[in-house]
Nanobody, 124 residues
Framework: QVHVAESGGRSVQAGGSLRLSCAVS????????MGWFRQVLGQEREFVAA????????NYADSVKGRFTISRDNTKNTVALEMNNLKTEDTAVYYC?????????????????WGQGTQVTVSS
């Protein structure tokens, strides 16, 4: 069983930066593509960023391109999301997920294991 756990969410002012971390245990992390998604209460969960198993390929939602960076460390079984120039509309619960079969996919249905989420609140 693969276990996914996010951390690093907190309140931050607009324009600030934040780094989210995701630790994965169980299975073979270096074979999984990983993704970050976010969800606002009452809305659908949306894609933020994804990274291939090797780390060489990445994919970003248009809304975060140029501001967010996804990275991974296969020696530590972790994936990170560096968020810069945060906006109030980035406020959401952020989820990390593992994709056992794909590369940098963006649909929630394509991911197999999910964490519990970490809250990010951006205030003006």
């Amino acid at each position: 069983q693969v276990h996914v756990a996010e951390s690093g969410g907190r309140s931050v002012q607009a324009g600030g930066s934040l780094r989210l971390s995701c630790a994965v245990s169980g299975g073979t992390f270096s074979r999984y593509a990983m993704g970050w998604f976010r969800q606002v209460l009452g809305q659908e969960r949306e894609f933020v960023a994804a990274i291939s198993w090797s780390g060489f390929a990445t994919n970003y939602a248009d809304s975060v391109k140029g501001r967010f960076t996804i990275s991974r460390d296969n020696t530590k079984n972790t994936v990170a999301l560096e968020m810069n120039n945060l906006k109030t509309e980035d406020t959401a619960v952020y989820y990390c997920a593992a994709d056992l079969y794909g590369s940098t996919r963006s649909r929630t249905s394509e991911y197999d294991y999910w964490g519990q989420g970490t809250q990010v609140t951006v205030s003006s």
